[in-house]
């Protein structure tokens, strides 16, 4: 693997370790009693959304699930399009949001653009990929 592909790879493998723990509640102290000398009470549901969509699950639920799939998804595209010998990956931009993948930028020509895309499908979890690159020389 290239140098640089090896660098995102292990970015790409920090952040989602930071992610990780975005979804997960902060700890509460016991609420039975009065708060001692200095602190204020702190309601129990404080900082929770209680609103609840048709669905039934609070507003909010999964979204950083999602946002972390979705940064593994940037990361995989990312790394394979760096891997490949048939792309030139540091010109192009790749972008997760709910699962479609958007990549931006300008390559050689029209066939790095057909791989780009299709090294982007190939990645699990990938639902869609729309392509907003450019061959550079086609106006």
């Known amino acids: 693997m290239r140098p640089i592909a090896s660098f995102i790879v292990a970015a790409?493998?920090?952040?989602?370790?930071?992610?990780?723990?975005?979804?997960?509640?902060p700890e509460?102290?016991?609420?039975?009693?009065?708060?001692?000398?200095?602190?204020?009470?702190?309601?129990?549901?404080?900082?929770?959304?209680?609103?609840?969509?048709?669905?039934?699950?609070?507003?909010?639920?999964?979204?950083?699930?999602?946002?972390l799939n979705d940064a593994g998804i940037t990361a995989q595209v990312k790394a394979k399009l760096l891997a490949s010998p048939d792309v030139d990956g540091t010109s192009i931009n790749v972008d997760t949001s709910q699962g479609r993948v958007?990549?931006?930028?300008?390559?050689?020509?029209?066939?790095?653009?057909?791989?780009?895309?299709r090294i982007a499908r190939s990645v699990d979890g990938v639902k869609a990929v729309e392509s907003e690159l450019t061959a550079r020389g086609s106006g």
């Open 12 to 25: 790409a493998a920090a952040s989602l370790a930071v992610l990780a723990g975005c979804d997960r509640e």
């Open 28 to 67: 509460q102290p016991p609420t039975g009693g009065a708060p001692a000398y200095g602190e204020r009470a702190i309601p129990p549901n404080a900082g929770r959304s209680v609103a609840q969509p048709e669905g039934g699950s609070p507003e909010g639920s999964g979204s950083a699930k999602q946002a």
């Open 102 to 117: 958007t990549l931006a930028g300008e390559v050689p020509d029209k066939s790095q653009i057909d791989r780009a895309v």
